[in-house]
């Protein structure tokens, strides 16, 4: 989910920034992300809910100790167990590169504890497909032993909406996401978890390493949230780096430069998009659409909205390949295209074959032409840089697996 928050803009470099973060080696603190898809109203519309999210993301510029967890896939976000509180209570709260606000509330009703303070000030943000109003409170948040923040800023959701079954928001975008959802201060910024743990002397680096896996089942425990550093035991190769862009309005986010290419065609040249944790699928720009469209040979499926592939054409299916800096990162056919076993949680048909690549619904040069969302995060290790201003990549074994 996405705030309407304000953006700040950087220049993209096409270059890739050697240097590694820290590496972790067997952390023991680990936080559970599972996925869960919740169709208990009938078939979820995930292509409407991240459509929002992108809306919302375009828009928001009218305002203007090392350790690791294991998380749990949403779908539409990725859930991870926070504890808060002295004693503390346990929330589940969704994994959002994003957004950058800490809030409870929505599902689970905060619970005051010795070490919850009130610090009066009225706070919301709105998001894509939700909201949250409430208060500011301080509060000790806990991600497991050894990580432990004090003080940490959090919202306290007196009214949410928009959120089935989960309490709130872990946000781990940038720190200049927070401007403007304390009503009464609309200049503060609200430093992040990442930034308390680096600043309380928890963690070495303001970095954030995520860990996925491609899955077909509803719900699975399949991905590691690492504070500090990263994890070696979780990609092959090496980490490689690019420089957060100037590029407004990726900027704001975890924007980056790349360009898209099908085969040997390009579709989308090199230009400013975000890596996006809460995006389920993945958005490119118009143009790039329907030179992706034309080039599979696909057609729009009324049902999910999702383009739809016979099975002639999957095995025709050419690579995907995303360039950043000086590296490529492939989406093979498989992961060019929905798990089938869960076709039927999106109202489609179990032995159809539809694409994850979707419209971002405006042209290339806007400074906003992609999102990379979980679709392409669970092919490639990813790293939120904050100390060195950059986002980096790998290989997993995942990346050319079959899955789908």
Avoid: C
């Avoid at 519309?45 to 009218?62: C, E, F, G, I, P």
């Avoid at 007196?158 to 309490?167: A, L, R």
């Avoid at 995303?322 to 798990?339: C, D, K, R, V």
Wanted: proline share 4%; charged share 15%; net charge negative.
């Amino acid at each position: 989910m996405f705030p309407v928050a304000s953006l700040l803009t950087i220049l993209i470099l096409p270059l890739l920034i050697a240097g590694s973060a820290i590496e972790v080696g067997n952390s023991p603190i680990t936080l559970s992300i599972a996925r869960r898809l919740d169709f208990s109203d009938g078939p979820i519309n995930l292509l409407q809910h991240d459509k929002a999210r992108v809306a919302a993301l375009k828009n928001s510029s009218s305002k203007d100790h090392v350790g690791s967890a294991p998380l749990t896939n949403f779908a539409v976000g990725y859930v991870a167990a926070v504890h808060v509180g002295s004693p503390a209570k346990t929330y589940s709260l969704i994994v959002d590169t994003g957004s950058s606000n800490t809030w409870v509330g929505a599902a689970a009703a905060y619970v005051k504890t010795s070490s919850s303070v009130n610090t009066g000030q009225p706070v919301s943000v709105i998001y894509g497909s939700g909201s949250f109003s409430g208060t500011e409170y301080t509060d000790t948040v806990s991600f497991g032993s050894g990580l432990t923040i004090t003080k940490q800023s959090i919202g306290v959701a007196s009214t949410s909406i928009g959120f089935t079954g989960v309490d709130g928001i872990l946000g781990l975008g940038p720190e200049g996401l927070t401007k403007g959802s304390l009503i009464n201060s609309p200049t503060t910024t609200i430093p992040t978890v990442t930034e308390k743990l680096h600043s309380e002397g928890i963690i070495p680096e303001m970095v954030v390493s995520v860990s996925f896996e491609p899955t077909k089942s509803r719900t699975v425990t399949n991905g590691e949230l690492t504070f500090g550093g990263t994890d070696a035991t979780k990609y092959t190769g090496s980490i490689a780096y690019t420089p957060v862009t100037t590029e407004y309005p990726a900027s704001t986010y975890w924007g980056i430069n790349e360009s898209i290419t099908y085969g040997s065609t390009t579709i989308l040249s090199s230009n400013a998009g975000i890596v996006d944790t809460g995006t389920t699928f993945l958005f490119i720009a118009s143009d790039a659409y329907t030179r992706y469209q034309s080039a599979t040979g696909a057609s729009l499926d009324t049902a999910t909205g999702l383009l739809l592939i016979s099975s002639a054409k999957y095995k025709a299916l050419k690579n995907l390949d995303f360039h950043i800096g000086s590296e490529t990162y492939t989406l093979t056919p498989n992961a060019q295209i929905w798990p089938r076993s869960l076709n039927t949680y999106l109202g489609g048909s179990s032995s159809a074959i539809y694409l994850i690549i979707h419209d971002i619904g405006t042209p290339s040069g806007e400074g906003f032409d992609f999102i990379n969302g979980y679709t392409f995060l669970e092919r490639f290790y990813s790293v939120y840089d904050t100390t060195k201003s950059r986002v980096g990549f790998a290989k997993t074994k995942y990346t050319d697996a079959t899955t789908n």
